[in-house]
């Protein structure tokens, strides 16, 4: 009797040893994991977080991965220094929609794109949101929880898909407009 599936193919191996190698982790502390899977100096992996592709991934110094994260590097992913990525955050490097709508799942890659996602220096993401494959994130960003972002941002801003924060963050912007009128009249 075989207890495990015995696969030639080199993708399933690679799968099969990447499971392993997480498996392995769960009795681990935050840092052990972190310098068992190679991530660079003052990072953190909290339990259950994922990397795939992690050839593909590069880390800056000092990143705090949250529990549970999903970290998809298949089309290529960087992140900067000093960032915190939190608890069940999903970050793509890839879509497989059109091979589902081409009926091609588990058939045929063909119709997979690959695109980079980039996040800068000194970002926080907060927990539950999902990044698209392709974003550029710059330096210094906020993103609230349960953000979906579908588009880039650009450096020092703050991105939400709640409606209250929205408005919140377009007072801000008028307030500060209405200071440059005053402080141009003086």
């Keep these: ?21 997480y498996r392995s982790t769960f009795l681990m502390n935050d840092k052990e994991r972190a310098i068992f899977l190679e991530l660079p100096e003052g ?16 880390c800056g110094t000092n990143v705090w991965i949250g529990e549970g994260a999903i970290l998809d590097a298949q089309g290529g992913l960087e992140i900067g220094n000093f960032c915190q990525i939190g ?14 709508l081409a009926g091609e799942t588990t058939i045929s890659r063909d119709k997979i794109t690959y695109t980079p996602t980039k996040i800068g220096n000194n970002c926080f993401i907060a927990g539950h949101s999902v990044i698209s494959a392709g974003v550029t994130i710059g330096n210094n960003v906020i993103i609230a929880p349960m953000s979906f ?11 939400s898909n709640n409606r209250k924060m929205r408005e919140m963050e377009r007072k801000i912007d008028s307030l500060e ?3 440059m009128l005053i402080k141009a009249k003086l």
Excluded: G
Excluded at 43 to 58: D, L, T
Excluded at 149 to 159: C, E, G, M, Q, Y
């Design 149 to 159: 972002v579908d588009r880039d941002l650009p450096d020092n801003s703050v991105f």
């Design 1 to 21: 009797m075989k207890y495990f599936f015995q696969d030639t193919n080199q993708d399933a191996a690679s799968i099969r040893e990447e499971i392993l190698k």
């Design 177 to 179: 407009k209405e200071l």
């Design 87 to 100: 608890l069940y955050v999903m970050i793509w490097s890839h879509s497989s929609h059109k091979q589902a």
């Design 43 to 58: 990072c953190r992996i909290r339990e259950n977080a994922k990397i795939f592709a992690p050839s593909k991934f590069k």
